[in-house]
Every structure is written in structure tokens, then in C-alpha cells.
């Protein structure tokens, strides 16, 4: 990757699942420091993008850069080596029921630093807590004792836990009550410029890429069609484009913001 002020690099991405093709000559970059959003249509392979980037989708064809590194093809101990440096939060949470708030966002520092001592790795795993915006008592709970948003915010100090570079999320706002929701922004912008993040967010959140996303990328016909700020996507003659964020909603998005 020439330009390092790109973090994630995708030119050419096939993937598909029998017959259904998902996605065909995609191309992608993300820059470093900034929040892009990514929307499209349910099914247009957002999620699978997410996955082909962090190594969870073997594509067909293409090649995906991270951090300047090759994730096509790599051994899993070169792979395991630059996936330290991101941290996901997956739709659900993807937490582990059996282990307690505080267990969880211990998971990945015992796997890459298993010489780290119970006190010390309690200490990390309160202060991620913190960080995320949970109080203090959340940590020795169990996810089936949290409410939805706590448990995105117990997700996202686990995708916190080794000072990722980046971070991935997938529709972390989805189900959040619009306070709930507006709180997660908040929080997700906070930490992007205290720990200098890039961030690649998938959302169909109108409000959340209004208030936090620096670029917004569109994904449609098996491609990104466009890729810009929200102003500079408007004045493209793009149908879903037009029809999502002038339709109704989107303006109501805008609204709001200007209420604010
Ligand atoms: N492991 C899989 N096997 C077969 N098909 C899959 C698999 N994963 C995803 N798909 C299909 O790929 C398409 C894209 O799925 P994906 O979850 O990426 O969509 P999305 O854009 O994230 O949708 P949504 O906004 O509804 O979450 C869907 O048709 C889905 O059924």
C-alpha cells in the first residue's frame, strides 16, 4: 500500500456463495484517523465486506490490505500477529455467556499476553469498562444480566481490550433506544480521537452518519458505488442514494441535527 494514510485497501473483491454473487470488482480504501460508514441495502454484503476484510471471508478473487499488510492467504500466525492491531464488535455482541463483563474483555489479553497477572489484567479490564462507559459494577456481571445497550458498550471494551488501531463495527447502534443510540455515537467519536482511531462502521443508523461519520461509502450492484462525505453524496444522480437520503427519514436525520 503506497499512500499510509490508507489503513484498508480493497481493489477487485469477488466474493460469492454458490451462484449468489455478493460482491463483484469491489473496490475500497479507508484513511486513516477517519470514520467511514458503510451503507446499502439489507443484503448487499455489508457484513460479508467486514468479514473479507478481517479475515473471516476467504474471497474469490481481490486483494485486501490492512495496515499495510497482505490479509489474502496468510499463515495463521502472521494472520493472528495484525489482528491484534483492530478490535470488532460484532451485530450481537458476540459475547460470551458464561463469562462475566470483566472475563470477556479479558479473552483477547490472555490470548496475546498469557504472562499478564490476575491483578494487573483486572486493573485493564476495569479501565476498558470505563472507557466504554460502564459503571464500575458492570464488570463482574454476566451479559444476561446487562441491558441491550450495556451489552454493545461490554462488546466494545472488549474490541478495546489490546489498544487496537482500528475498529470494526457492525450496526452497533441497531436496537438502541435513539437516546441509547445518540450516547453510542457519542462515545464511539470520543474514543476515535482520544486513541486515534480509524473506524469502519456499518450502520443503516440515518442519525449516526449524520452526527459521526467523516465519509460514508455505499454499497450497490455488487460494488461501493460512491464514496464521500454525506453533501457530496447527495449531489449524485444515484437512485438509492437519492431515495435514502432525501426520502423521508434521511430528512428527518438532518432535522434533527439542526434542532441539536
Ligand atoms: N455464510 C454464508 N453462506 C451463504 N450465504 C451467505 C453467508 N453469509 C452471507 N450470506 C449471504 O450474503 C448476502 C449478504 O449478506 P450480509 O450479511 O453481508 O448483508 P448485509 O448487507 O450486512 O445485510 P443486513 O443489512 O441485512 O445486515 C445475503 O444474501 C446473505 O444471505
Same mark, same amino acid.
Given at each position: 500500500?503506497?499512500? @499510509?494514510?490508507?489503513?484498508?485497501?480493497?481493489?477487485?473483491?469477488?466474493?460469492?456463495? #454458490?451462484?449468489?454473487?455478493?460482491? &463483484?470488482?469491489?473496490?475500497? &480504501?479507508?484513511?486513516?484517523?477517519?470514520?467511514?460508514?458503510?451503507?446499502?441495502?439489507?443484503?448487499?454484503?455489508?457484513?460479508?465486506?467486514?468479514?473479507?476484510?478481517?479475515?473471516?471471508?476467504?474471497?474469490?478473487? #481481490?486483494?485486501?490490505?490492512?495496515?499495510?499488510?497482505?490479509?489474502?492467504?496468510?499463515?495463521?500466525?502472521?494472520?493472528?500477529?495484525?489482528?491484534?492491531?483492530?478490535?470488532?464488535?460484532?451485530?450481537?455482541?458476540?459475547?460470551?455467556?458464561?463469562?462475566?463483563?470483566?472475563?470477556?474483555?479479558?479473552?483477547?489479553?490472555?490470548?496475546?499476553?498469557?504472562?499478564?497477572? *490476575? @491483578?494487573?489484567?483486572?486493573?485493564?479490564?476495569?479501565?476498558?469498562?470505563?472507557?466504554?462507559?460502564? @459503571?464500575?459494577?458492570?464488570?463482574?456481571?454476566?451479559?444476561? *444480566?446487562?441491558?441491550?445497550?450495556?451489552?454493545?458498550?461490554?462488546?466494545? $471494551?472488549?474490541?478495546?481490550?489490546?489498544?487496537?488501531?482500528?475498529?470494526?463495527?457492525? *450496526?452497533?447502534?441497531?436496537?438502541? &433506544? @435513539?437516546?441509547?443510540?445518540?450516547?453510542?455515537?457519542?462515545?464511539?467519536?470520543?474514543?476515535?480521537?482520544?486513541?486515534?482511531?480509524?473506524?469502519?462502521?456499518?450502520?443503516?443508523?440515518?442519525?449516526?452518519?449524520? $452526527?459521526?461519520?467523516?465519509?460514508?461509502?455505499?454499497?450497490?450492484?455488487?460494488?461501493?458505488?460512491?464514496?464521500?462525505?454525506?453533501?457530496?453524496?447527495?449531489?449524485?444522480?444515484?437512485?438509492?442514494?437519492?431515495?435514502?437520503?432525501?426520502?423521508?427519514?434521511?430528512? $428527518?436525520?438532518?432535522?434533527?441535527?439542526?434542532?441539536?
Amino acid at each position: 500500500m503506497s499512500d @499510509p494514510n490508507v489503513v484498508i485497501q480493497i481493489r477487485g473483491l469477488k466474493n460469492s456463495f #454458490g451462484e449468489q454473487v455478493i460482491h &463483484d470488482g469491489l473496490d475500497l &480504501d479507508v484513511r486513516r484517523g477517519e470514520i467511514l460508514g458503510v451503507v446499502g441495502g439489507s443484503g448487499t454484503g455489508k457484513s460479508v465486506l467486514m468479514r473479507s476484510i478481517i479475515g473471516l471471508q476467504t474471497p474469490d478473487d #481481490g486483494t485486501v490490505e490492512v495496515l499495510g499488510e497482505n490479509m489474502i492467504g496468510r499463515e495463521e500466525d502472521e494472520a493472528k500477529n495484525i489482528r491484534r492491531r483492530w478490535g470488532v464488535l460484532f451485530q450481537n455482541g458476540a459475547l460470551f455467556s458464561t463469562l462475566t463483563v470483566a472475563e470477556n474483555v479479558e479473552v483477547p489479553i490472555r490470548e496475546y499476553f498469557p504472562f499478564i497477572k *490476575e @491483578p494487573l489484567l483486572d486493573e485493564i479490564a476495569s479501565y476498558k469498562i470505563a472507557m466504554s462507559g460502564l @459503571p464500575a459494577n458492570a464488570g463482574p456481571k454476566y451479559p444476561s *444480566e446487562l441491558s441491550g445497550g450495556m451489552k454493545k458498550r461490554a462488546g466494545l $471494551a472488549r474490541a478495546l481490550a489490546l489498544d487496537p488501531e482500528l475498529l470494526f463495527l457492525d *450496526e452497533p447502534t441497531a436496537g438502541l &433506544d @435513539p437516546i441509547g443510540a445518540a450516547g453510542f455515537d457519542e462515545l464511539i467519536e470520543g474514543l476515535k480521537h482520544k486513541l486515534e482511531l480509524t473506524v469502519f462502521l456499518i450502520t443503516h443508523d440515518l442519525d449516526t452518519l449524520w $452526527a459521526i461519520c467523516d465519509r460514508v461509502a455505499v454499497l450497490a450492484d455488487q460494488k461501493v458505488v460512491a464514496v464521500g462525505t454525506i453533501e457530496e453524496l447527495l449531489a449524485l444522480d444515484h437512485p438509492w442514494i437519492q431515495e435514502y437520503f432525501n426520502g423521508p427519514r434521511g430528512r $428527518a436525520a438532518v432535522a434533527s441535527l439542526k434542532r441539536q
